[in-house]
């Protein structure tokens, strides 16, 4: 039991930090990105749009992540009523803000077709 908790918190540990590492440097690509099509004049009008979409899936993306680690934390690690008390508001909130960056993103509601 002791061995699968230990996995588990490194699991965790490992989770966050790729979460982390997606957010970062996808935006670090973006940035670099969004740079060269600016100075290249490569639709200078749509760089920024473009690159808001960029930023904003790596954020979502991370955020998924991240909610797994939590998940994986407070499941197999802290079963509590507090713990999933609390997994449920950090789901609610990181879900609102992933279907927020979604609907930014893409311009439309996710159950509007194109």
Do not use: H
Not at 11 to 18: D, G
Not at 46 to 58: A, E, H, L, P, Q
Not at 67 to 78: E, H, K, N, V
Request: aromatic fraction near 10%; glycine fraction near 6%; proline fraction near 1%.
């Amino acid at each position: 039991m002791e061995i699968s908790r230990t996995i588990f918190s490194y699991l965790v540990v490992i989770l966050e930090y790729v979460s982390a590492a997606i957010i970062v440097l996808g935006i670090i690509i973006s940035s670099i990105r969004a740079a060269v099509r600016f100075f290249k004049k490569i639709d200078r009008g749509k760089v920024f749009d473009s690159y808001r979409i960029m930023v904003g899936k790596c954020i979502i993306l991370g955020l998924e992540i991240l909610i797994a680690a939590d998940i994986i934390r407070s499941l197999a690690l802290q079963f509590t009523l507090q713990s999933v008390g609390l997994l449920a508001i950090i789901v609610l909130i990181r879900t609102f803000l992933s279907f927020s960056l979604e609907v930014e993103t893409n311009g439309k509601w996710p159950w509007q077709k194109r």
